[in-house]
């Protein structure tokens, strides 16, 4: 059984950084890709960023481009998100997935495996 589980999430002001990570459980996390995802209320979900088994490849989202980095340590099956200037339309609950395949895709039904989601806040 597979199991995400993300922390870092919290209260913070535009401008500011936040490292979310996700911790995997099962074996075959360094097999396949990771994707971070966001929703705001009221909201479709959205696609963040997603790195490749390896951690070679990455892919952002437009929104976060230049400013979020993705990054993984398979010898600890988890993946972080490093966020900066950090802006209160960031604000949303994160979610962490796990990639059927080993390549970075956006779609979320490239993914099988959810986490329960942290909450990111970004106060003006």
């Known amino acids: 059984q597979v199991q995400l589980v993300e922390s870092g999430g919290g209260l913070v002001q535009a401008g500011g950084s936040l490292r979310l990570s996700c911790a995997a459980s099962?074996?075959?996390?360094?097999?396949?890709?990771m994707g971070w995802f966001r929703q705001a209320p009221g909201k479709e979900r959205e696609f963040v960023a997603a790195?490749?088994?390896?951690?070679?490849?990455?892919d952002f989202g437009n929104s976060v481009k230049g400013r979020f980095t993705i990054s993984r340590d398979n010898a600890k099956n988890t993946v972080y998100l490093q966020m900066n200037s950090l802006k209160p339309e960031d604000t949303a609950v994160y979610y962490c997935?796990?990639?059927?395949?080993?390549?970075?895709?956006?779609?979320?039904?490239?993914?099988?495996?959810w986490g329960q989601g942290t909450q990111v806040t970004v106060s003006s």
């Open positions: 997935a796990r990639g059927y395949y080993s390549l970075p895709y956006s779609r979320p039904d490239e993914y099988d495996y």
């Open positions: 099962g074996r075959t996390f360094s097999s396949v890709s």
């Open positions: 790195i490749s088994s390896s951690g070679g490849s990455t």
